[in-house]
């Protein structure tokens, strides 16, 4: 998971307090990805960013805000959190070549 | 709606037999499919890849086949270790749109 880091590892939230994911990369890739990962669901896309100033919706946007202030970091945010939001966030940014994604260690979130 | 299915949660194989995990897709506008391997606690991590004007790409003990008149694609594992023992996912890629299956628990026996 070189290139990619996540931050905080591990959160708990009670519902409807807000909190940002952070994401960054060293790898000087465009492309970043926010993705949920739930049992039986696979992952889900939230969020991408295919440049710097860029978002655009996944799969699953409801209830998250996204930021890609440069093209090393992109941040994701809930606002006011739901316990249907308790999941394993994965920060991705996608290979110049053949278009694989490298994830990020993956972020455990709580909501009580 | 699941544009990339694994029906099968679960596999359980002898260390050096071979391991054959399964996906299907509805969406014919997939052009690349791949495979990722993800152990506890860690990223997903890109093990193979196929397009779609091939059928089959081979790298080591890992073969990928590809079927799209019946959007089908299977990973073999052979021989299979200990080590392989992870969680697989399969994914197909359309431009910017990556979807995920739900992923197969591959457990080698020793």
């Not at chain 1, 939001?85 to 909501?111: N, P």
């Not at chain 2, 054959?20 to 860690?42: Q, R």
Request: hydrophobic content about 30%; aromatic content about 12%.
């Amino acid at each position: 998971n070189a290139g990619v880091t996540q931050t905080p590892k591990f959160q708990v939230l009670k519902t409807g307090q807000s909190m940002t994911l952070q994401c960054a990369q060293d790898m000087n890739h465009n492309s970043m990805y926010w993705y949920r990962q739930d049992p039986g669901m696979g992952l889900r896309l939230i969020y991408y960013s295919a440049s710097e100033g860029t978002t655009d919706k996944g799969e699953v946007p409801n209830g998250y805000n996204v930021s890609r202030l440069n093209k090393r970091e992109f941040s994701l945010r809930l606002e006011s959190a739901a316990p249907s939001q308790t999941s394993v966030y994965f920060c991705a940014i996608k290979g110049l070549g053949t278009g694989e994604l490298f994830f990020g260690e993956g972020s455990r979130l709580t909501v009580l | 709606d699941q544009q990339v299915k694994q029906n099968s949660p679960s596999l359980s194989v002898q260390e050096g037999r071979i391991s054959i995990l399964n996906c299907d897709y509805t969406n014919s506008m997939f052009d690349y499919f791949l495979w990722y391997k993800k152990y506890p606690a860690e990223g997903p991590t890109f093990l193979i890849s196929i397009s779609s004007i091939k059928d089959k790409n081979e790298d080591g003990r890992f073969t990928v086949f590809l079927n799209k008149s019946a959007k089908h694609l299977s990973l073999h594992i052979v021989p299979s270790q200990p080590g392989d023992s992870a969680v697989y996912f399969c994914a197909a890629k359309d431009r910017n749109d990556m979807r995920f299956g739900a992923g197969t628990r591959l457990t080698v026996k020793p």
